[in-house]
């Protein structure tokens, strides 16, 4: 084959015409599609690292938002913790209390039983001292021992005339007055009554006519009623006295005379 310029000439100018075919219909395209494709390319990591971002910004969020839930957790746990001591030295102390209350009624109630007891024990101890000197006092009872007690009887009430007769009530001196009642464990002889007689007289400021009556549950002595007083001087009183402790009867005066 041979070359020539004209030939050599059109090949260059064939290529030429290729390489601007080429560049015109193919290489631009290309271009454009690699650049839509880098550019898209660009885009998605943009996106990706936008992405990769937000979620490390989460991921940090949620980091400080467990640190913040942890200390919370911690802060609860040592609120109830407290709490809890706090209930159980309550709870202690009202058992404590509860306790003691107990053991102070236990007390109480042994210190009231012991108290029973012993005023059980004291009532049987005085009821037989009661019956032992109330057998000896029956066996000691007679008239001249009731003699003696009268003697005692009048002896006590001069001494105190004046006091008990300001004492009585009027109505008991007033003339038609009831008359006073003398009892006595065994019949008065006559000496003995006159004897009574002119000491209540002295104490009513006027001459009586006593009502004598017998009393055998006096022992031995006498038991006078007066408007409001008891006087009496007996063996019974001793008896009585021994056995109980409680106050005397309203209206009565034991023991004067």
Do not use: C
């Not at 550019?39 to 949620?62: G, I, K, N, P, V």
């Not at 400080?64 to 957790?73: C, L, S, T, Y």
């Not at 159980?88 to 236990?106: F, G, H, P, T, V």
């Not at 009268?150 to 006091?163: I, K, M, Y």
């Amino acid at each position: 084959m041979n070359l020539d310029a004209t030939t050599f000439a059109l090949e260059i100018l064939n290529f030429a015409v290729l390489l601007w075919l080429l560049r015109r219909f193919l290489f631009k395209p290309v271009q454009a599609a690699l650049a839509a494709r880098a550019q898209a390319q660009q885009q998605q990591r943009d996106t990706l690292d936008a992405r990769q971002q937000a979620l490390e910004a989460r991921a940090q969020a949620l980091a400080a938002q467990e640190a913040g839930q942890a200390g919370q957790r911690e802060a609860a746990r040592q609120a109830l913790v407290e709490e809890i001591a706090a209930l159980r030295s309550q709870r202690l102390a009202a058992l404590d209390a509860e306790l003691r209350a107990e053991r102070e009624k236990a007390q109480v109630r042994l210190q009231r039983e012991a108290s029973a007891r012993q005023e059980q024990a004291d009532r049987q101890l005085q009821a037989r001292a009661a019956g032992f000197v109330g057998d000896y006092l029956k066996r000691l009872a007679s008239p001249a021992l009731e003699a003696a007690l009268v003697d005692l009887f009048l002896t006590d009430l001069a001494a105190r005339a004046e006091a008990l007769a300001l004492e009585l009530s009027p109505l008991g001196r007033a003339p038609g007055a009831e008359p006073p009642t003398v009892s006595s464990a065994f019949a008065l002889p006559e000496a003995l009554q006159a004897r009574i007689r002119t000491g209540l007289a002295a104490v009513l400021g006027q001459d009586v006519a006593p009502r004598w009556t017998l009393e055998p549950d006096l022992l031995a002595g006498l038991s006078v009623h007066l408007p409001g007083h008891q006087l009496e001087t007996s063996l019974r009183r001793g008896v009585d006295a021994f056995r109980r402790l409680d106050a005397p009867t309203a209206g009565q005066t034991p023991g004067e005379g």
